[in-house]
């Protein structure tokens, strides 16, 4: 072991391991419905009209399958901060620094965006609607205000994780019920069936399908609704410091996505069966019209209000007005309960990266008092802040947050496979039928998310994953000098074991920049043959990932402590001090 494993596998064990099954599950609940169920729906609508129900689907079942491998993985080696692990354990340094310099810019700017979501609904009460631009945009004193509930959720974490599990508990409880009882109480009085079929004066295709098949897949990636499922990897993140990881991951991790699923599905449908156009001020079957113009404004008035508060809007539409109210409570609540289990996640994959050796050791001191790790903690509040800067809107941040989340869920099926070749003596509490199939499709779902998320964005989302190297060169070479028994990521090992990352990323881009128009690209290679495109080329590169996975230094070393880390699926599995 290098000095650097050796004070990774100490500070796993200060960890405090007080969570239970039900604490998992409702932290990723927790991350899945939060500010994805007071914005997506509408966005979804705008771009795919009623068959944005279908965009629910077709994300869900992907986000599933992707979360079916994570769960085998999650059960069978449980760290903080997983998943950044996963591609170091599988594939050496060079796939594990990429993935996991992905996944930090993920997960550190999901805080951002849900203190975007909760300003967005307060912009009409507070300072005269002041804290916004054109309703959207967030103005200087709305990112002060953003920035303070951040600093707020920031005490929070750092009182502990078993405060912070037991309130996002409750938090979870009110955020699951006000979406039912919304559902129910739109469908009981006002649910317009001819919705869902009628065609705009003027456009072709059908009533529920109006703008074709390619925008309903845009929707997936692009409107948020990929984004509200991403909540699932919480049991993965926060599974060292569960009390029955073996038991209680697989459940959080399938469990959270299959209830999401229902919510979400049953609430686009609410929503669409609720419009009124006549009072918005469009035709009937205008669903584009929804959508802001080139110059952020919108059409009508009446647009503008529902884009800031759908909901809200529409309950007080028909007179629902004790839902209205309720709706703006909930406003600040979901957005801000994400925000807090985030804001942990952010902090534990920088710890986790440390784990790996990529960034320095003092990300891995774990407070003796409070059981954290303070300084991710910080690190992660100001670059989360930081991110208001290019990102000042809950729509313009979704799309990259979803592009970058999803591009490190790609290694999740190759792992799981090439563990199962190159470690074999690994207890797998959970094993994931059908693997040699779910795998794949995993891989090729996740490849078509991050196509769907469009041209530039892919591009932009590349250029910002090579950056990461500058962070990782920079402190490679001083941290080479200190520790000469430092694992080189120019080995030909990690090399030939890694390579398929960096040059994915790349391909991905040119199939983004050459592929349909309807998702930014030249059209180059259109719709439905960009689709074929995308599949056949992720098919190529999941079997050139899954068979260049090799027997790691770490998990040998797991392999090795197999009788110290992971019990019987019938005993405690303990990290930390525990409780």
Do not use: C
């Amino acid at each position: 072991m290098t000095e650097t494993e050796v004070i990774a596998e100490k500070s796993d064990k200060k960890l405090r391991t007080s969570l239970n099954t039900w604490d998992l599950l409702f932290l990723s609940l927790g991350g899945i419905i939060g500010s994805g169920w007071l914005f997506a729906a509408y966005a979804a609508s705008s771009i795919a009209g009623p068959a944005a129900i279908l965009s629910w689907i077709i994300g869900g079942v992907i986000v599933l399958i992707i979360a079916m491998n994570y769960a085998e993985l999650g059960a069978m080696i449980p760290r903080s901060g997983a998943i950044v692990r996963y591609g170091q354990y599988s594939h050496g340094n060079m796939a594990g620094y990429f993935m996991a310099w992905a996944y930090f810019l993920s997960a550190v700017s999901v805080p951002a965006i849900e203190a975007e979501a909760v300003i967005e609904y307060a912009n009409p009460y507070i300072g005269n609607g002041s804290l916004l631009y054109n309703g959207v945009v967030l103005q200087p004193i709305g990112i002060f205000f953003a920035a303070l509930l951040m600093v707020l959720f920031f005490f929070l974490n750092y009182w502990g994780i078993k405060i912070m599990g037991k309130t996002n508990t409750g938090m979870t409880w009110w955020k699951m019920i006000l979406p039912l009882v919304t559902i129910l109480l739109l469908v009981t009085v006002r649910f317009d069936v001819a919705n869902f079929v009628t065609l705009a004066a003027g456009s072709t295709g059908s009533g529920f399908m109006p703008y074709g098949f390619a925008p309903v897949m845009a929707a997936v990636a692009t409107s948020g609704i990929v984004f509200s499922f991403l909540g699932f990897r919480q049991g993965l993140d926060y599974g060292g410091e569960s009390r029955t990881p073996q038991r209680s991951i697989p459940i959080a991790t399938i469990g959270s996505v299959l209830i999401g699923i229902l919510i979400y599905v049953l609430l686009q449908v609410a929503f669409i069966g609720a419009i009124n156009f006549s009072s918005l001020g469009i035709g009937a079957g205008s669903w584009s019209l929804l959508a802001p113009l080139p110059d952020g404004s919108y059409l009508t008035p009446a647009i503008a209000s529902l884009n800031s508060a759908p909901f809200a809007s529409i309950a007080s539409s028909v007179g629902l007005v004790m839902l209205t109210y309720v709706l703006f409570a909930d406003a600040y609540v979901s957005p801000s309960g994400t925000l807090n289990v985030y804001l942990g996640t952010s902090m534990r994959t920088l710890y986790g990266t440390a784990a790996l050796g990529y960034l320095p050791e003092p990300l891995m001191k774990v407070d003796e008092k409070r059981r954290i790790p303070v300084m991710p903690l910080v690190i992660s509040l100001i670059v989360g802040i930081i991110f208001f800067a290019p990102f000042p809107s809950w729509y313009k941040l979704v799309g990259f947050i979803t592009s970058a989340t999803v591009f490190t869920y790609l290694i999740g099926g190759p792992a799981l496979r090439s563990l199962r070749r190159n470690a074999k003596e690994l207890k797998r509490p959970f094993n994931l039928p059908g693997s040699a199939i779910l795998a794949p499709l995993a891989f090729i779902g996740a490849s078509l998310i991050v196509y769907w998320s469009g041209w530039p964005l892919v591009g932009e989302l590349a250029i910002a994953i090579y950056l990461g190297l500058i962070v990782y060169v920079i402190f490679y070479f001083a941290k080479k000098k200190d520790d000469p028994s430092r694992k080189d990521i120019h080995t030909s090992k990690f090399i030939k074991a890694g390579l398929w990352v960096p040059v994915y990323i790349i391909v991905l881009s040119i199939e983004s920049y050459l592929g349909e128009s309807a998702y930014g690209g030249y059209n180059y290679v259109p719709y439905p043959w960009d689709i074929l495109m995308v599949i056949i080329v992720a098919i190529l590169f999941y079997f050139w990932a899954e068979h260049s996975g090799i027997r790691t230094e770490e998990i040998q070393e797991i392999v090795t402590l197999d009788s110290q880390y992971l019990k019987s699926e019938d005993e405690p599995f303990k990290t930390g001090g525990g409780e």
